[in-house]
């Protein structure tokens, strides 16, 4: 007979969240002791600082560059940065995820406005949501930000991506700016978007954001297929079916600050009706397979200056997703194989509550150092119709402990991390996951040679883990909730290169190459049970990836033309070691799938007075598909794409109009980036702005 427990939290627990407790309320105690909170009258003061050279290796797109992309959401915009793979399963609808260094999707951190985008359910995040009419800033971090005054929850990621949506800027006594966008183009595509922001007084502003985009998502695509021996299997044209799109965002934030304090407030939504396109094989150009998405959160983060040496910041949100799922498909071809394909009509429940405290103290001038709490409490539901066995409704707790220090000791700087995170579960009708505790460390190390000079070396070595989801753990028939963490021990050695040029035509150039080797262990992979319904996950994978990152940014101008290029290029190889039960498996030694050896980019534009014109280039060389083995049936062709924009800026009557038009995928090159998942060939978008 089992004994019930009298108390549900053990003493270690309630440690913890003794732990958390007490950091989220220092600062309300330090508010209101402070001399601070009264009016004062200080002096005016100009400050200088030397310009901050990051520690850690980043890649961004900003401004006018972003705003120029041929792109329209953070997942194309991301296809430009070395060492990313974009997994995009085609169409309008279509699911496109990101990954870096081949470490997996589940191992980046996705940030918006200073907080993480979170899933519990499955990890991943849908980065074709996320529109690039309202962002400012799409950066890409490697390990993770330089700056020490962060979140727990920003060291926990092996990489991370930030998305910075616009600030509101206004000129002289001007308090309202307007803007209106309508961009449509092929694929019926119709996006309508309204941007409004308003100076309150000098204190206090605020900005509504508002969007829709609607596409039947139907564009002509080539199937050609060999046999084995080489022979033509299938070689015709489609119209791909069922990537329409239906999809709402609306988004509204304040911008507040007086004296030592500043803080923002955002109320986000956004919903979406959609088909996810299926797989074209043997001929089969249908899927029954539907979304609807509702996604919601509120979240805030507050910032105060206490004094010249302490100073902390909040953070805080909630979230709601609900996600319906539908598939209706009978049958599915893998392979030469026809199965009975499982039908789906489920819908999920997501809420999380995430709360975060950061502390910062300068030691000495040269030398800081932090810590930081977040507490976050995840729960799903779920109703899944024709499924016997019942949902387990999963709960998770989670605590992190981040304790950092940095050094600025002149031509050297330092900085170190350990994060701890402590995990607990509850669920019905099954056994929770054992409780988690891990630490996690990390180094970083920057060298100039001559100070201020052109030259920067760097090195870092980090260890982090990923949690597997709920999916994981305790989704129907391939759950399995003793899984462990996966670890990543990841190592770095790069350069930059950056000089600016006052008399000469050229402008700039900067050059950055990174060289990394990562290893990831108690990789999660699903295993099959004698069933092709049943799967378990199970602990036995083992990657290791290594590869050179290296990008170029180049400016110059000849009076009134001006010019950009950025070029990026990477080198990869990511080996699969995984052994079951001391035996390897075939693929042992073999190039992980979907992992190209060779991949390049290209951005160049040129603006004269009010035109602009804008070419970017995207190379992805040979890779093996989602299939186990690296041989020749497997084999997965190169893909490129060439993009061409031309643009018009000006005014009349004090409003500014901008018009746009776009050719993308200039050679009408038919290719896919996930196989049989076939991307749009050449398609065209025109777009016209005017800000009031």
Known sequence: MTRKRLFPISVHKILYRSLVCTFLYVPINVCAQSALDSIQHIQEVVITAKPFKEVIPIQKLSGIQLEKLSAM???????????VQIKDFGGMGGLKTVNVRNMGSHHVGVFYDGIEVGNAQNGVVDLGKFSLDNMEEVALYNGQKSDIFQSAKDFSSASAVYMRTKRPHFEKDKETNIQLRYRTGSIQLSNPSLQIEHRFNSNLKATVNAEHIHSNGQYKFRYKRLMMNGEVAYDTT?????????????????FGASNNTSWHAKLYYYGSDRGLPGAIVKNVFGSGERQNDKNFFAQGSLIREVNEKYKFKINAKFAYDYTHYLSR????????????KMQFDNSYYQQDVYLSTVHAYEIKPWWNASVSVDFEYNKLNATMRGVNTPFTFPQRYTTLAAFASSADLGRIKLQANVLGTFVTETVKNNVASPDKLEWAPAVFMNYEPIESGPFNFRVFYKRIFRMPTFNDLYYTQIGYSQLKPEFTDQYNLGFTYNKVFHHAFLDKIHFQSDMYYARITNKIIASPTGSSFRWMMTNMGLVETKGVDTSAEILAHVNHLKGRLNLSYSYSKAQDFTKINGLKMSSYGDQIPYTPWHSLSVIGGLQFLQWGLNYSFIYVGERYDGAVNNIER?????????????????????????????VNNLLNQYYDVVLNYPMPGRNYRLALTMNL
């Open 73 to 83: 959401n953070v997942a194309d915009a991301l296809r430009y940065f070395s060492g």
């Open 238 to 254: 489609a119209i791909r079916k069922n990537s329409d799109i239906d999809a709402y965002r609306i988004e509204t934030a304040l």
């Open 634 to 662: 497997n084999h997965v062709e190169p893909w490129y794409t060439h993009d061409l924009s031309l643009d018009y800026s000006f005014t009349t009557n004090r409003i500014k109009w901008r018009i746009s038009g776009e």
């Open 329 to 340: 498909d009978s049958v599915e071809f893998l392979n030469d194989y026809v199965t009975q």
